[in-house]
């Protein structure tokens, strides 16, 4: 009997813990993606499509897509050759560099931005010095891609620091003694090893960048057709009360990011089988 009890308290535990699951994702991903798709459609695919068809719409989708991919391609090959360096190498102050790689998670993003703006500001020594030689930093794409890559920075150094942690050296110095040079130690050896990481990261970092708004919208200027993201455009629409605009553009970052996720996960999933 005390067998049956427990194995009924068990089985209700689990059931508990499911039900507690899915009800989480249920509130807080699937309602609320739900009724973005149904705003975006509210009009029918020809009211979605109009939407997307303004000039302002699929100029912000084009110009936040490629400073994204941009983004995610230069914290990719930093935040990879930071991470070997704090690995690999004895660093002076590593607790604290590692602490530093953290901080644009625990920064407000509308902190981060306006540190760039008093820093390379117009009315800042450095960005006055810059704007008499013509480099526009606030206000203009560098700024953009700035804000960008410093909230994001954190993503690939924390997917592949693991890896180089698990993986250890013997393999490199096995490469060494036979004669391979530091380069191709890390090409052949070390690099193959830290795709996963990378593309995790990689992915991570240009799903954030899209929906970046809080450092964004200070440093860009919002200027229709010049500066304008898609998270201040979504903004934008939501105070003109065009729901249906917001909501289908928003449609558009969604359904970017998941397919960059879905990939990502179809190709680990691969990597994972064929290596066993």
Request: proline fraction near 4%.
């Amino acid at each position: 009997m005390k067998g049956c009890s427990s194995r009924r308290e068990q089985d209700l535990s689990a059931i508990a813990l499911r039900s507690i699951l899915f009800g989480y994702l249920i509130l807080l991903i699937i309602l609320p993606l739900g009724h973005i798709f149904g705003e975006a459609f509210r009009e029918g695919w020809s009211g979605f499509w109009q939407s997307l068809q303004k000039a302002e719409a699929l100029f912000t989708l084009k110009f936040t897509f490629a400073l994204a991919l941009f983004t995610a391609i230069v914290n990719a090959i930093a935040g990879t050759l930071t991470a070997y360096v704090l690995v690999r190498f004895p660093v002076k102050g590593k607790t604290i560099l590692n602490a530093l790689v953290d901080l644009p998670f625990a920064i407000p993003t509308a902190v981060s931005g306006l540190m760039l703006l008093l820093l390379y500001g117009p009315q800042s020594p450095l960005g006055s010095w810059l704007g008499d030689r013509g480099i526009d930093i606030i206000y203009a794409i560098p700024g953009i891609v700035l804000a960008m890559i410093f909230v994001t920075f954190p993503f690939s150094i924390r997917s592949v620091q693991p890896l180089l942690l698990e993986m250890g050296q013997d393999k490199e110095e096995a490469a060494k003694t036979l004669g391979a040079s530091s380069w191709q130690t890390f090409q052949k050896v070390t690099l193959p090893m830290l795709w996963p990481g990378i593309l995790s990261g990689f992915s991570l970092t240009f799903s954030r960048a899209l929906a970046e708004f809080g450092s964004v919208i200070i440093v860009a200027g919002n200027i229709p057709l010049q500066t304008q993201v898609a998270s201040v455009y979504i903004y934008g629409e939501v105070e003109s009360f065009n729901m249906v605009g917001a909501a289908s553009v928003s449609v558009v970052l969604l359904i970017l990011s998941f397919t960059l996720l879905y990939a990502q996960n179809r190709w680990l999933a691969r990597k994972r089988r064929g290596d066993r």
